[in-house]
């Protein structure tokens, strides 16, 4: 005899009543079961957008070298562009926000270790003669140009700078190169300033002229300054001293109303220079390869 | 004062006298005018005492102050009548009643005289060691050597005195009293032992910080090829003080200024003070020249006096070259004006330090010149060693024309501008690459 399961000791209902059941209870249903046949799909974009089977690449940076060693550059130049530190700044080079690395003197470009100053570091610097190399020996000296021109002063302002002390010896006046070799050459003989100075020396001393008259007041704010219609008036008054004195301080003749000849003329000297200018720097560009 | 402003919230509520208090309140200040302020509002509180004649049943209770009651008895009744709790320890409050100045070694705390004993012996013993190693010194001094062997005998008796400094630093070391001294600045610089602590209070920050303004101005190698600062230098214009590196005004430095070498071992020494300008504008050569702006030898230090006047050294056997003030023309990169303390050579054997002629160098001619001057050379020739350095900055301002026109120094009115650098040439390309 077979051995009867609780599962199947409760006899299966019959389809007659499974259909009438299913019918009563299609209304109830909220969606009816579709069954399709299962089909392939694929999607054109993975969740990871854009990489099918490998990393995406994008546009090359153009990063590397820029100058050679031993090619010659100017201020600004870029010596090599990098991401992070691979080189660092030596000597007269120096590095930007992105590390990329520019000159920072006119010279050549050389790339070097320098030991003493990293064991590990590579520098690019840059050398005044193609001649010198880099690193240089330890304790040496550092090179340095100067690079700059001296000027004399305009007589405005050197005037305007001169105190009012007797100076002993007059001094000659001389090219401004051997002015100072002669000042430094012979620098034992100086005069040794006087012990105690007078109080007008040791204050500060201002110009003759208008600024003598402008004088310091407490103004709002706890400010010691000129008044705001000194300053206002202060061109007026140093184009009036001048004239006292026979010169003037305007660039142009003052301007008469209908007086159309001096305004054309004045309007002349200003399109020539433009045209001077525009013409110089035409003939730099045209000039270069 | 009852309520002072600048006490901390948590304060003035403990000190307010508004409310009244059932438990006493014991705070962290070992003085409390604050207690015996609440005492005498309390005691003012309190109802007026009864006209005089008048009998009264209780005695007046006396007031107790809480940094002297001793017994029991009168702590308790501090607690229970003034409701204050007494300040420190009983045996403190026994010293302090007998009398308020303790000197320090005497401050009644048992552990802090039990460790004072302790250091006290340690002390003995090494004094006694002292003694001791003075006697061998002596006893090998006068020990007749071979000529050969001299060398060898005087390296000994020095590691000798070497030991014996090192003794009498272990000796002191440990006082706290030579610790409160130093800290307080009272401390003789003739004694080993606050010389050891200056020059290691010098060492831990204000070296450090000289060395890294020397090395970042590249003081050194531009002048010098290396220094080692064994002395500490101070240097003042008129009287205020200029820190390593400082920009001074040019009318400040107009005068000679005043410096002060310290040295950190013992006796006098001869010092050679040189000031050098490695910035000097040559335009000719597009570089940079040196300018001595002064030089002077024959200078004696010792860790006690220590203070230089510049201006006021003698002209015949210390000066060679005169103060030079410091001027940095217009447009010119600031100029650095580096000090250097060189100490003397010793003469050998005796021990003494040697002068330089000062009158043979400048008869000599080539250190005379300020223009050009080599400071590397000098140092070789007279066999120097550099031991201090200084840096001052300086640069064109309002006074520096004035500065140098009163000095007779010509070039005030010159100015410096940047060189124009040509630029590289580049081939232009057709405007589509410029969109």
């Known amino acids: 005899m077979p051995a009867i399961s609780p599962l199947s000791a409760a006899r299966a209902p019959s389809t007659a009543t499974l259909s009438l059941l299913s019918n009563a209870l299609r209304d109830l249903r909220i969606a009816a079961p579709t069954v399709t046949q299962h089909i392939q799909s694929r999607y054109a974009s993975h969740q990871a957008q854009g990489r099918a089977n490998k990393a995406a690449d994008g546009a090359g940076k153009r990063l590397g070298a820029k100058k050679t060693g031993g090619e010659y550059v100017i201020p600004g130049n870029i010596l090599f562009k990098q991401r992070g530190t691979h080189w660092f700044p030596g000597d007269h080079a120096f590095m930007g926000r992105d590390h990329t690395i520019h000159a920072g003197a006119p010279g050549y470009v050389r790339y070097y270790r320098d030991p003493a100053r990293h064991p590990k570091r590579k520098y690019i610097g840059i050398v005044f003669d193609p001649k010198q190399v880099l690193p240089q020996p330890p304790h040496a000296v550092r090179r340095r140009q100067l690079g700059m021109l001296a000027y004399q002063m305009p007589a405005s302002v050197s005037e305007a700078l001169t105190l009012n002390v007797e100076i002993a010896a007059e001094v000659p006046a001389v090219p401004v190169t051997d002015a100072l070799s002669a000042s430094e050459s012979s620098d034992v003989a100086l005069p040794t300033p006087p012990a105690r100075l007078n109080k007008q020396a040791r204050t500060l001393r201002r110009s003759r002229g208008i600024l003598d008259s402008l004088h310091l007041t407490l103004r709002p704010g706890y400010q010691y300054r000129t008044s705001n219609h000194e300053i206002g008036r202060a061109a007026e008054r140093k184009e009036a001293l001048a004239q006292a004195k026979g010169k003037t301080t305007r660039a142009y003749d003052e301007f008469k109303k209908g007086d159309r000849f001096a305004a054309w003329r004045k309007s002349a000297v200003r399109i020539a220079r433009n045209n001077e200018r525009r013409a110089m720097g035409r003939g730099k560009k045209g000039g270069k390869k | ?435």
């Open chain 2, 1 to 435: 004062m009852a309520l002072d402003r600048s006490a901390g919230r948590l304060a003035r509520c403990i000190r307010c006298t508004r409310h009244e208090r059932t438990l006493p309140i014991r705070t962290f200040t070992t003085t409390a005018p604050s207690r015996l302020e609440t005492q005498e509002t309390q005691a003012s509180s309190e109802p007026p005492p009864p006209p005089a004649g008048a009998t009264t049943d209780a005695p007046k209770p006396r007031l107790r102050d809480p940094n002297t009651v001793s017994t029991r008895a009168a702590e308790q009744q501090l607690i229970q009548h003034q409701r204050i709790t007494p300040v420190g320890s009983r045996r403190r409050r026994a010293a302090i009643a007998s009398t308020s100045n303790i000197p320090f070694s005497e401050l009644p705390y048992q552990c802090f005289q039990e460790a004072r004993a302790v250091l006290q012996a340690d002390r003995k013993q090494k004094l006694e060691h002292i003694r001791v190693q003075r006697e061998r010194i002596e006893r090998f001094k006068a020990k007749d050597v071979a000529p050969q062997d001299e060398a060898h005998k005087e390296k000994k008796v020095a590691d000798m005195r070497r030991r014996l400094e090192e003794q009498k630093i272990l000796a002191d070391i440990n006082d706290p009293v030579v610790k409160r001294k130093f800290e307080d600045g009272e401390g003789d610089l003739n004694k080993p032992i606050y010389r050891l602590l200056a020059d290691r209070q010098w060492r831990s920050y204000r070296r450090t910080l000289l060395l890294q303004r020397i090395t970042q101005m590249n003081v050194v190698p531009d002048v010098l090829p290396a220094i080692d600062p064994v002395v500490s230098t101070a240097l003042s214009f008129a009287g205020k003080r200029v820190q390593h590196g400082d920009f001074v005004d040019s009318r400040m430095s107009e005068l000679a200024p005043s410096l002060q070498i310290q040295p950190y071992d013992k006796g006098k020494r001869l010092y050679t003070v040189v000031v050098v300008n490695p910035d000097v504008p040559n335009v000719q050569k597009d570089a940079f020249d040196y300018r001595c702006h002064f030089l002077a030898s024959n200078i004696e230090i010792s860790p006690t006096d220590t203070r230089v006047r510049l201006g006021l050294l003698g002209e015949e056997g210390q000066v060679i070259l005169p103060w030079l003030p410091a001027y940095g023309q217009k447009g010119a990169p600031y100029q650095r004006m580096s000090m250097f303390v060189l100490e003397q050579a010793k003469s050998e054997g005796g021990g003494e330090f040697q002068t330089i002629d000062v009158a043979a160098v400048k008869a000599g001619g080539k250190y005379t010149q300020r223009h050009g001057f080599n400071l590397r050379s000098f140092v070789d020739k007279h066999l120097l060693k550099p031991v201090g350095v200084d840096l001052f900055r300086t640069k064109w301002d309002e006074g520096t024309a004035g500065v140098m026109q009163r000095a007779g120094i010509v070039g005030w009115d010159v100015e410096f501008k940047r060189k124009r650098v040509e630029p590289l040439p580049y081939k232009r390309m057709d405007s589509v690459r410029y969109r």
